[in-house]
């Protein structure tokens, strides 16, 4: 059974900093574009950043320089560093993998739409 289950959210004052975590099981993240996605209430689901298998990121339009994405492969764990919260980064953070290789530039454009495997999200609050 392929899970994705996603850990580390919770309340923070902006300019603070936030680790969020995914563990897989029934498959290695290792050959999926792999990627974090995010949705604040009322709001549709945006692409925060993705990651293709050769390491290479990529972006949503308001988090580079303050957000990195990396995996563990041997812990088959993928990982979320969060730096310089702002409030507008308040929202249910998901992890997703497709077992596309090279995708993660069109699912972070695309909201993940059409990704193979998600997880239910985990809570990122960011107080002013």
């Known amino acids: 059974e392929v899970r994705l289950v996603e850990s580390g959210g919770g309340l923070v004052q902006a300019g603070g900093s936030l680790s969020l975590s995914c563990i897989a099981s029934g498959f290695t993240f290792d050959d999926h574009s792999v990627g974090w996605f995010r949705q604040a209430p009322g709001k549709e689901r945006e692409g925060v950043l993705c990651m293709d298998t050769d390491g290479k990121p990529h972006y949503g339009d308001s988090v580079k320089g303050r957000f990195t994405i990396s995996s563990n492969n041997a812990k088959n764990t993928l990982y979320l560093q969060m730096n310089n919260l702002k409030p507008e980064d308040t929202g249910v953070y998901y992890c997703?993998?497709?077992?596309?290789?090279?995708?993660?530039?069109?699912?972070?454009?695309?909201?993940?739409?059409?990704?193979?495997?998600w997880g239910k999200g985990t809570l990122v609050t960011v107080s002013s």
């Open positions: 997703a993998a497709d077992r596309s290789p090279y995708a993660g530039g069109y699912f972070v454009a695309h909201g993940g739409n059409g990704m193979d495997y």
